[in-house]
């Protein structure tokens, strides 16, 4: 090797060297004004598509896979140690072509739907209003009902509202009645139609906005307990001008929520695979899913000019990680497997949440089980749990706990020329006192070194659990499903108030202090 050269690689090694033990400092301090970072930010969403429900959640009651009135006995725990605080159903795109009234009564009785959104198969309503709702009560989780604008009646959404919630004598508690539940359900979650501007009706924010307003006079609060939440189908990502003339055209008195959907996408014509996948691919999909950040700020600064006293939430009902479906299944059922990436993807996307937690109050991820960034997947009797049901099990701890506000400037995750930011992470301080500290790190080569004084956060003693993997693409599988589960994290120093960790690539971290 050259003179000349030697010295150059041996000064880029330098600087490597030096940029590896440069620590990322977190500034952390209680803040009696932050926000509670409410549990619904912990959501799940499941549509009628594909294996979903059919051959996911629902079995059948003849079925012999453990279950109680159809629905699978392991799926029921696995969420419930999940915490799972809210679950949207029946859709998404399905929701305005569905009649809620074909899925009540006798189920010999229920006529059949097609389902043209997801795969053309044809569907027996066997799984309706009742099996949700019972389902919800099951799972301890408040059920969130996406009423159909697209296809559906005034009339209808305000039926289903009186069938669900009102105790007292009337048509639609009559028929509930006679269905075999006599007690109404209280269910506060409304939508009020589904991507309005695209599967929902292909409408004009100014159409929609009236739409609404319609649909919401009529969804009278049955039961006087506290009120429903009803809520906007919002904005497609970045599409600042739907949440502006919602705002500006919606009285905030009849508008609880508005939605946000935003998918980290590679290329809508080209996703890419969900298991061979490059660095490149991953780089691209992490750049999708952190404008989150961008995406959460503008539209809460929009939202602030016309409710600066933040009473309406943002509610982000679809996220997650969306690539072509694995080989060999339906491409309408959307199935995939869940890697690393997807770990990584969802404690960011969390963090961000968390950090956000003034406006955001509910998010969704899509979906719970068999389709897209499921938590759960399932082969006829098996069930597995994936890496992203790891994390938001560890994150779990964030629900209504405290926020801690962080300050600190992310290094760079770079690749071919392009950066972003490769470390996240949030606080909180639950109800006991102990402090979570979660961490992700975004660069899928280098490790980074984090330093936070802890002496403001009232804690001296830390343990943690980590999920990490030797690679990217590793995913659980039905012969491996333990191949990727949190482990005791050892990689961190707690001295003189300070607490130095160092974290390995693509890896996410939760740390307890008490």
């Known amino acids: 090797m050259k003179k000349p050269l030697l010295l150059m690689v041996m000064a880029f090694c330098m600087q490597t060297i030096t940029a590896q033990k440069e620590a990322v400092i977190i500034a952390v301090k209680n803040d009696a004004s932050a926000p509670t970072i409410n549990k619904n930010i912990y959501g799940h969403f499941a549509e009628h598509l594909g294996h979903c429900i059919y051959g996911g959640f629902f079995v059948g009651d003849t079925s012999k896979i453990p279950n109680t009135n159809g629905v699978r006995n392991d799926i029921i725990k696995a969420l419930k140690d999940l915490k799972i605080p809210n679950l949207r159903w029946p859709g998404g795109c399905f929701a305005d072509t569905y009649h809620w009234k074909d899925g009540i009564g006798p189920k010999e009785q229920r006529p059949t739907i097609v389902n043209q959104w997801w795969g053309g198969v044809t569907e027996d309503n066997s799984f309706g209003t009742h099996d949700f709702l019972n389902m919800c009560e099951l799972l301890g989780a408040e059920p969130y009902l996406s009423g159909n604008v697209g296809s559906g009646t005034v009339q209808e959404l305000a039926d289903w509202v009186q069938y669900t919630n009102f105790g007292g004598k009337s048509p639609m508690s009559d028929l509930r009645r006679k269905n075999g539940r006599t007690e109404p359900w209280k269910v506060k979650y409304w939508g009020i139609g589904n991507e309005a501007w695209g599967c929902g009706g292909n409408m004009t924010a100014d159409y929609y906005a009236n739409e609404y307003r319609k649909f919401a006079t009529f969804m009278s609060d049955w039961s006087n307990t506290g009120g429903i939440t009803r809520i906007a189908s919002g904005s497609n990502s970045s599409d600042y001008n739907w949440t502006e003339v919602l705002m500006k055209n919606i009285p905030l008195n009849m508008l609880g929520g508005l939605g946000v959907h935003h998918y980290a996408v590679i290329d809508w014509g080209k996703k890419g695979s969900d298991v061979d996948f490059t660095e490149k691919e991953y780089f691209l999909t992490m750049q999708s899913a952190l404008k989150m950040e961008e995406l959460v700020t503008k539209h809460a600064a929009i939202m602030d000019k016309y409710d600066p006293e933040k009473k309406v939430a943002m509610i982000v009902d679809e996220w997650g990680g969306w690539y072509e479906v694995q ?7 959307l199935y995939q497997q869940n890697t690393m990436r997807d770990a990584v993807l969802a404690g960011a996307t969390l963090n961000i949440f968390n950090n956000h937690s003034d406006r955001v109050r509910m998010a969704n991820l899509a979906q719970c089980v068999n389709v897209l960034q499921a938590v759960i997947l399932t082969d006829k009797a098996k069930m597995i ?8 099990k560890m994150y779990s701890v964030h629900q209504d706990a405290k926020l801690i506000p962080v300050d600190f400037k992310s290094p760079s995750y770079t690749f071919e020329g392009q950066t972003i930011p490769a470390v996240s992470a949030s606080v909180s301080k639950d109800k006991s006192g102990s402090v979570h500290i979660s961490l992700v790190n975004v660069d899928a080569v280098n490790k980074n070194k984090i330093e936070i004084d802890t002496k403001d956060l009232g804690v001296k003693n830390f343990t943690g659990s980590i999920i990490t993997s030797q690679k990217l693409q590793d995913y659980n599988s039905f012969e491996n499903p333990n191949k990727i589960v949190p ?16 974290l390995p690539p693509f890896s996410v971290l939760v740390l307890e202090g008490k």
């Open 327 to 333: 080989k060999g299944t339906n491409s309408g059922f």
């Open 385 to 392: 749990t994936t890496p992203t049901y790891s994390v938001m």
């Open 487 to 502: 482990v005791a994290f050892k990689g961190f120093e707690n001295k003189n108030g300070k607490l130095t960790i160092t």
